[in-house]
């Protein structure tokens, strides 16, 4: 043990190749917790540190992966015809195809991110802060299947440079760094994220062909070779099997109502997460296990899920109750709960301790406007199918405002009983 | 555990009701069915994998015979816990605060209850800078090489000069030693064999008016027991503060039990306690256990002229400052004193025995010692004789005076500090240790439900020095209040100090705090800022402004 810790010390870089030594700083750190006594103060500091929160809380999404990953192939093959049995027909392929599909993401979102935030810890002389391993994480599970890596290196970039390292890193940014990765894709290249033909990965990346899918899939289809000019997605989405959508159970509301959605997906492939979407998101009781464990190890912050969870229904009770000026209105307020993201967007993008209030009181409210706003643009919006992305960040921006209300009453109450005195 | 369960039933209710939601799907019975049948299994299947897990501990429990304590070492609360009283029997119909917030570090080497002579010391040392706010270099009136008794002056503030600050014990200064810039760092005594006191008349309380006792106490070196909020510093003879209170227990880690620590000195502590009623205008109060384990001496609870409240919850329950909070706050201008209850003794001792004699009993604590014991010794006493052939093992020590979350790091043959009545030895940590922020079963004292420690709630640390962490912006919200029990933000509180927002500072509450108050915030921060340190800072600033 001490004589891999020696033979590690070797190659650390000395102090003034600032880079070389933060990058090598940022790797021992994460082998090895380091010797740092206390100094002032207390003499024994509690256990917990950034680290262990922010890898628990990816421990938490890890189901996510799991199932997000299966999803994405079963999807791809559902898209073709493929496979059609049950869920669970072809699951090596599904969930290699799948693997295949998410890692470039992943790992160009991390290389992205953590060559940004190396890049800034390096410059500003401190050691790499964790903040990342969380957004790091969550981004691909936010992100539709078939983004293009270039487009989410930008925004990853975007989101990392602009939303924290201009406010001062980690700990410091006003918005929610995952959902401000994805706003820049919505905005920016609005084809991409919205729509019925984003949310299933037709496409093969090189490392499928690497491995022979897309032979194999061509093989299986009859087909000799791609017409000319014609890319492998065009050629599916011109050849799905009739029965087959690519729109999520929130565009078919939008457009038909319940019924609409009732025709396409039922409730169990809504609940269990068998529906084209982004990739992370869908599967509810995945989601919520997750979100349990947050809330038991109390890094989650189980008022923020509560009140948005209460404010959610309230709305969608509130819609039922106007009645139906268009069809999603009237769509009952139980099923808007597991329709689309509102479970990810409630155990883990609200609940993001930078972003969110930080008074008690300032949560509840917090969470109460998300699930509210949320709602709202939801359902009243024609232009954006869901709105947990939007009204989240939404209130980002009004949380500090929520607080510093709250730490008004505070001071105030003190005024009165210095006047009741 | 309580609050854990009731977070379980949350998102247990979470599933249910998606479950519920799922059964109103009405076209697709079987789909609900099979929904229902799913979450049915996986709820048994985690009830039989967490019965399980208990059983194993419970049986582990008996096994390594920590069963005898009859503590609950299930994961599951026992029936008495769940409807018996809270409150135990003695607390019925008195005045009880009960305090849920805080937490209680349970540490190993608590001190066994035997006044172990052999630890008494030989010299003695006073330290101006023990004393908050009083300037670097005071006026010391002794020299190297003089005679002292028990009483004399040693040196005073040259800002307050009527404030004396005397010997604990008669003796020979041997030295007086100076720290950077010439301040005065100690003044050491080596102690007659034979104790003799400065001579006074004998003062008979009734006969006083306020302000000649005042002029007696500062002349006696008694006023130096006295302390002020807000700032935490030497109290100021000019003020006449609206209330005087008392905490009779202390719930840090290791703490000297006060019952014992106090026990036959009833006389001079009721004594002490009518002093400090002639002190203010206002009502002395005293805060006393009212944990339902421990059940609290008479001395406490018997004594007059008094105002008592009793405190329940785990720690910084004992803390005068949380006390004061929940009885009478303090507002802007207002000023309370408060006093150690082991020196309300010593202050009670002048009136009924006319020397001043400041004994305290010192626990003597922590896991790196083999006899953790108790002494009586005057205050400043060396460590010296309480650490000789009484360290365990061959790790690195680190010794401090006070316990672990306030008290401050001394050398082996150092003294203790001039208001502490606890030595506390632990376990200096400078080991590197591979994915220790990862292991999920790291024997680690820790707020958080995420190491064993949350499941076994009875289970006692090892005290080490490390830091478990480096210092990182402030991320995580909510932990500083959930260990704090006072209506006051102290994560936005100390934003205010870092950014010298006076008014800001003033509205939330920094008059009410000290820095002991917040050790417990600072124990928990999982990015490791230096609370206190930094509250000490702000409370300097508001002092300096008036």
């Not at chain 1, 409730?267 to 068998?274: L, P, V």
């Amino acid at each position: 043990m001490s004589k891999l810790l020696d033979f590690i010390k070797k190659f650390e870089p000395p102090k003034e190749k600032k880079f070389l030594h933060t990058l090598y700083d940022g790797f021992f750190t994460f082998a090895y917790a380091p010797n740092h006594v206390t100094k002032s103060g207390v003499h024994i500091r509690d256990g917990m540190d950034l680290k262990r929160t922010m890898f628990l809380v990816v421990q938490a999404l890890a189901l996510c992966y799991i199932f997000g990953i299966y999803n994405i192939g079963h999807q791809h093959y559902a898209a073709l015809g493929m496979y059609e049995g049950n869920f669970f027909t072809g699951a090596g392929a599904k969930f290699i195809y799948g693997a295949l599909q998410i890692l470039p993401i992943f790992i160009v979102a991390h290389v992205v991110g953590l060559g940004i935030e190396f890049f800034y810890a390096a410059k500003k002389g401190h050691s790499i802060e964790e903040g990342f391993l969380v957004s790091g994480a969550l981004i691909p599970l936010i992100m539709p299947p078939d983004i293009p890596l270039w487009m989410l290196g930008l925004a990853v970039a975007f989101a990392v440079i602009i939303g924290k390292e201009a406010f001062g890193g980690t700990g410091m940014n006003v918005l929610n760094i995952a959902l401000l990765a994805r706003v820049f894709v919505f905005f920016a290249y609005p084809g991409e994220i919205s729509g019925d033909f984003c949310w299933v990965a037709y496409d093969y990346n090189w490392l499928h062909k690497l491995f022979g899918f897309e032979g194999a899939t061509m093989a299986a289809l009859g087909i000799e070779a791609l017409p000319e000019g014609m890319t492998f997605a065009k050629y599916v989405l011109a050849n799905t099997p009739d029965a087959w959508t690519g729109a999520t159970p929130l565009a078919l509301a939008a457009k038909e109502g319940w019924a609409g959605v009732q025709a396409n997906y039922s409730n169990f492939e809504m609940f269990w997460g068998a529906i084209p979407g982004s990739i992370g998101e869908t599967c509810k009781p995945f989601i919520l296990i997750g979100a349990l464990m947050l809330i038991v190890l109390g890094i989650g912050s189980w008022r923020i899920m509560l009140s948005m969870l209460v404010g959610a229904i309230l709305t969608g009770m509130l819609m039922n109750w106007i009645g139906d000026f268009h069809a999603f209105m009237a769509v009952p307020w139980q099923y808007q709960l597991y329709m689309g993201s509102f479970f990810f967007a409630m155990a883990f993008m609200a609940t993001d301790p930078v972003t969110a209030a930080s008074t008690p009181m300032g949560k509840l409210i917090y969470g109460f406007m998300i699930g509210m706003v949320g709602m709202i643009i939801r359902v009243l919006n024609p232009a954006y199918p869901e709105g947990w992305m939007l009204a989240i960040l939404f209130m980002n921006v009004f949380a500090p405002l929520i607080d510093y209300y709250v730490l008004q009453a505070n001071i105030s109450k003190r005024l009165k009983r210095v006047k009741s005195a | 555990m309580k609050i854990r369960f009731k977070r379980s039933i949350l998102v247990l209710s979470f599933l249910g009701l998606a479950t519920f939601v799922e059964a109103q799907a009405i076209g697709g019975l079987s789909n609900a069915m099979t929904i229902a049948l799913a979450t049915v299994v996986l709820l048994i299947l985690l009830v039989a994998i967490t019965l399980v897990g208990d059983t194993f501990l419970r049986v582990e429990a008996r096994e390594i015979g920590a069963d005898e304590s009859k503590a609950n070492y299930s994961i599951f609360p026992r029936l008495s816990e769940i409807f018996g009283t809270r409150r135990a029997s003695h607390l019925l119909g008195k005045n009880v605060v009960d305090l849920k917030k805080g937490h209680d570090i349970l540490l190993e080497g608590a001190a066994e209850k035997v006044i172990d002579t052999n630890f008494a010391a030989k010299t003695f040392a006073v330290r101006p800078r023990d004393f908050v706010g009083m300037s670097p270099i005071p006026k010391v009136v002794v020299e190297k090489g003089d005679e002292v008794k028990a009483g004399d002056v040693l040196f005073y503030d040259k800002k307050r000069p009527d404030i004396k600050y005397v010997a604990p014990v008669s003796g020979e200064i041997v030295d007086v030693t100076r720290a950077e810039k010439r301040a005065i760092d100690q003044v050491i005594i080596l102690a007659d064999k034979e104790q003799s006191y400065r001579a006074y008349n004998k003062p008979v309380l009734e006969e006083l008016d306020r302000e000649n006792l005042i002029t007696f106490l500062m002349e006696t070196g008694l006023w130096s027991f006295i302390r002020q909020r807000p700032f935490d510093v030497v109290a100021d003879p000019g003020d006449n503060p609206k209330a005087i209170f008392v905490s009779t227990f202390d719930s840090a880690p290791l703490a000297p039990d006060m019952n014992f620590a106090l026990k036959g000195r009833e006389a001079d502590f009721q004594m002490g306690l009518n002093v400090l009623g002639r002190l203010t205008d206002g009502k002395v109060h005293l805060g006393i256990d009212g944990r339902a384990k421990s059940n609290p001496a008479a001395i406490f609870t018997e004594a007059t002229g008094v105002h008592k409240t009793w405190f329940n919850g785990p720690h910084p329950s004992g803390n005068v400052g949380i006390q004061i909070h929940h009885t009478d706050p303090i507002n802007k201008g207002d000023v309370v004193w408060h006093m150690n209850p082991q020196d309300v003794a010593i202050l009670g001792r002048l009136f009924n025995e006319g020397i001043f004699k400041p004994e305290r009993v010192v626990a003597i604590t922590g896991a790196e010692l083999k006899q953790p014991r108790y002494v009586r010794v005057p205050m400043g006493a060396s460590v010296e004789n309480m650490l000789k052939d009484n360290i365990k093992g061959e790790d690195k020590i680190r010794v401090v005076s006070g316990d672990v979350l306030t008290g401050r790091q001394i050398g082996e043959k150092d003294y203790l500090g001039f208001f502490d009545d606890q030595l506390t030895v632990l376990f200096e940590n400078d080991n590197y240790a591979m994915f220790g922020w990862l292991s999920p079963f790291a024997i680690v004292p820790s707020v958080s439900n995420t190491f064993p420690g949350a499941v076994l709630k009875e289970m006692e640390y090892r005290a080490e020095t490390n830091t478990h962490g480096e210092h990182r912006a402030l991320v995580v919200t909510g932990q500083y209040e959930s260990v704090l029990p006072m209506d006051v933000y102290p994560q936005h509180l100390i934003k205010a100090i870092l950014v010298n927002d006076f008014e800001r500072m003033e509205g939330l509450g920094i008059y009410e705090l000290a820095p002991e108050d917040v050790a417990l915030c600072e124990f928990a921060c999982t990015s490791k800022t230096e609370v206190q340190k930094i509250l000490r800072e702000g409370l300097e600033t508001m002092r300096e402004q008036g």
